[in-house]
């Protein structure tokens, strides 16, 4: 009996030695860590597919790896999967509640923009100090159309700290509500931060413009185009201007070269549309215009939504937006019915 016992507990001995040794074979492999710091080193070299097989890997090893979730999903956004990284952010979130970047990037991912806006509402309430998550909610209140809590959030970002990014995008949010000097301030200002940003000059032509002083738009759009960096949107935005002022040939000869430089914008298209209209070229006019909408069909509302926004701050935009709308979709009634009040009861009177 004393024998048979001594053989049962040598088994189990055995048993658990052998057990050990897989343990120790495993602690001695590759670990869930090591899996993430290849997933984030692949991210680092844009690899985002061979980053998620290694996030993939880390998550087998420990299944409550909250910043493999997270940066798994960060890498399916790189990869324009919105709904895969959304599940992802879910996940990291769920396994660590207290940590604002992660809800500033599901916010990010989110089309709708109103849930967008919770998320970074909750970042907040986390880290009342997180400058992303203001500034982030004020871009999202303001494609919402609320101004002015834009600006407030904008304001918030600007008091932690001064980012020429932040007085450009509160001078938009102006610049809708109709405020052109405060707008004009705010671009001045993030120009004196970052006197080589082009966007400042750009937004600065834009209001400069505005409030008519075109010399003075076409100075700016100048100086925007000799800094040789967002050259596409500089070159589209002054022959657009060239356009409202009926100097046709300028205004093709700009759009021209910034359809070199972004051949599928639909805005850039649009204008030519309208360049080549204003010149009685009806053909190629026909062609740009086809061409804007194929790219984006529903840029003629877009339009349309612009010209309605603009219609009492500035008419000569307003008729230039409802035109462009109304020569890509004829039979639309809502734009149908502005082009008749902007366009054909203004030659009547």
Do not use: W
């Amino acid at each position: 009996m004393k024998k048979k016992l001594l053989f049962i507990l040598s088994l189990f001995l055995l048993i658990f030695i052998y057990s050990a040794g897989i343990l120790i074979k495993f602690n001695f492999g590759t670990s869930a860590t090591d899996y993430f710091n290849k997933g984030m080193h692949q991210i680092v070299l844009h690899n985002y597919k061979k980053a998620i097989e290694n996030f993939n890997k880390a998550i087998s090893i420990n299944f409550n790896y909250s910043e493999a979730y997270f940066n798994r999903g960060n890498a399916k956004e790189y990869l324009n999967d919105k709904k895969g990284a959304i599940e992802d952010y879910n996940k990291a979130i769920l396994r660590n509640p207290n940590l604002d970047y992660m809800y500033i990037n599901r916010g990010n991912a989110k089309s709708n923009l109103k849930e967008a806006i919770k998320d970074y509402n909750k970042a907040i309430s986390i880290n009342p100090h997180n400058l992303a998550a203001y500034h982030n909610r004020a871009n999202a209140k303001e494609r919402l159309g609320d101004y002015k809590g834009a600006i407030n959030d904008y304001t918030k970002a600007i008091s932690m700290t001064q980012k020429p990014l932040s007085y450009e995008s509160r001078g938009q949010a102006k610049q809708h509500l109709g405020d052109y000097a405060g707008a004009l301030q705010d671009y001045n200002k993030a120009i004196s931060l970052f006197p080589n940003s082009d966007m400042g000059y750009i937004f600065r032509a834009g209001i400069k413009s505005e409030l008519g002083n075109d010399k003075g738009a076409v100075d700016n759009y100048n100086k925007a185009l000799s800094l040789n960096i967002n050259k596409d949107m500089a070159y589209n935005a002054l022959g657009y201007l060239y356009i409202l002022n009926n100097e046709t040939d300028l205004a093709i000869e700009n759009l021209e070269k910034a359809l070199t430089l972004n051949i599928n914008s639909p805005c850039i298209l649009s204008n030519l549309g309208e360049a080549y209209q204003q010149k009685n070229d009806i053909n190629k006019s026909k062609k740009y215009y086809q061409r804007a909408k194929k790219v984006y069909p529903s840029f003629p509302k877009y339009l349309y939504k612009e010209a309605i926004e603009t219609r009492l701050k500035n008419i000569r935009n307003s008729k230039s937006c409802i035109r462009q709308a109304y020569a890509m979709s004829p039979d639309d009634k809502e734009i149908k019915k502005l082009y008749d009040e902007l366009i054909l009861n203004s030659k009547k009177d």
